[in-house]
């Protein structure tokens, strides 16, 4: 029941986060297996949409009981081998929601996708939104922006994440940390010289130096961005839309910066700041809106800046599936109007020869290379550097990383 009211939220309107937090005081003690169900029923809901177009045809009014039919038929298809248990829960809670007659429903409908089962899945398969479980308009953007790796990218979308692990150098090393970890019983794999991979997700309470600033939960992607901002001891950095602060505690972690972390939020700045306090970290904080600087800004330029602006989370969907369902073509050139807005602002409070690192989770070019190329004709006195050799960075995602998304550009050094 709790997954569906999770689910139900979301299709009117609702962030998948914001209805766990809202629901969080009431949620039964099988929390994490709630949260997976509803995770799962959003990764692959156009498929069972459309298996329920086949079921039930009019689609309920009520938008409680049309998320209780879904996450149902979700977990029916995920767990065959438990579907008397299915059946069975899904009709009491059925019951208890709509009573006798939307637990006759459901037991129908349920009952009907086992027998039907290859009837189902040839609706499926004949329709490409349901097949790959993205929207059409999502598909067709993925196709223009990446001909050759579109289906891949859609593929990723529909996965379980990896879980990285960044490891803090003021603390520790990777080796000592893949050690400790594998004392444990968790299997890891070292990546570079923060990373590592777990072979398989488990609750931050078991690994070992959480507690203690030793580690922190950041995908290896987003791990690239200290190294590329090029941060030294001793240089003024900004982190705009820093929260909840992993990017910001990796520059910390990595040199001893003078390090102001911006947010808009309250509420996400104190994320930022539990994490400093974790790691034992000295960052400062700001409420404010990165495209406004003279609400915040003391005047003083920064020697480089992190741009990691708001996006249409398209490279990390299979982290917020809620994107699929909430997301609208429209957005894509709202978001772009956002970013063009917080870069120019940005770009007044850079020092002449300073470094700023414009980064995106998303696979989209509107939000990307068109954003960049469009900034640095907007901006003679802008210089794109090369990251590895290449004029940006774009890493797709993969079963190793998110999809992100960077391009590192200098302030002419004689710009007024």
């Known amino acids: 029941m709790d997954a569906a009211r999770a689910v139900a939220a979301v299709t009117v309107g609702e962030t998948l986060d914001d209805a766990f937090a809202r629901m969080s005081d009431g949620l039964s003690d099988n929390g994490a297996a709630v949260r997976d169900l509803a995770y799962q029923c959003l990764r692959a809901h156009a498929g069972i949409d459309r298996r329920l177009a086949v079921l ?14 879904r996450v149902a038929l979700c ?4 767990r065959p081998d438990g579907a008397h248990t299915t059946v069975s829960q899904a009709v009491d809670a059925a019951r208890a929601l709509g009573g006798d007659r939307f637990g006759g429903l459901m037991n129908a409908v349920l009952r009907n996708a086992q027998r ?5 899945e040839a609706a499926v398969a004949a329709d490409e939104t349901a097949r790959l479980q993205h929207p059409a308009w999502w598909l067709d953007r993925l196709r223009a922006d990446h001909p050759d790796d579109w289906a891949g990218i859609a593929a990723q979308g529909n996965s379980h994440p990896p879980m ?6 003021r603390r520790s090393t990777v080796e000592a940390a893949a050690a400790a970890l594998a004392a444990a019983g968790i299997g890891a794999q070292a990546h570079g010289t923060t990373g ?18 030793v580690l922190s939960v950041q995908d290896l992607g987003a791990q690239q961005a200290a190294a590329l901002l090029d941060v030294a001891a001793g240089q003024r950095v900004l982190d705009a839309c820093a929260a909840p602060g992993g990017k910001a505690c990796h520059l910390l972690e990595a040199a001893d910066v003078d390090l102001l972390a911006l947010d808009h939020s309250e509420a996400r700045a104190q994320r930022i700041a539990d994490n400093f306090a974790r790691l034992g970290l000295p960052g400062r904080i700001a409420v ?5 600087p003279d609400d915040w800004w003391d005047g003083r330029p920064f020697d480089r800046i992190l741009a ?4 249409s989370a398209s490279g990390v969907v299979r982290r917020h599936p809620d994107a699929k369902w909430l997301r609208r073509p429209k957005d894509i050139a709202q978001f772009a109007s956002q970013q063009r807005a917080i870069l120019d602002a940005l770009w007044r409070v850079l020092a002449p020869g300073g470094k700023l690192l414009y980064a995106t989770c998303s696979v989209f070019r509107a939000e990307n290379q068109d954003q960049v190329a469009a900034f640095a004709a907007r901006h003679p006195d802008c210089r794109r550097l090369t990251l590895s050799g290449a004029p940006d960075l774009s890493l797709l995602p993969t079963a190793e990383h998110d999809g992100f998304y960077y391009a590192l550009l200098q302030k002419a050094a004689d710009a007024a």
């Open 56 to 69: 039930v045809p009019k689609p309920l009014r009520e938008a409680d009981r049309q998320a209780l039919l």
């Open 75 to 78: 977990r029916l298809e995920a």
């Open 116 to 120: 039907r089962h290859a009837e189902l």
């Open 164 to 169: 990285a692990l960044r490891v803090n150098r």
């Open 196 to 213: 590592l991979l777990l072979d398989k997700p488990c609750p931050v309470s078991r690994l070992p130096g959480f507690a203690e600033g």
């Open 288 to 292: 404010g809106d990165a495209a406004r």
């Open 308 to 311: 990691d602006v708001p996006c």
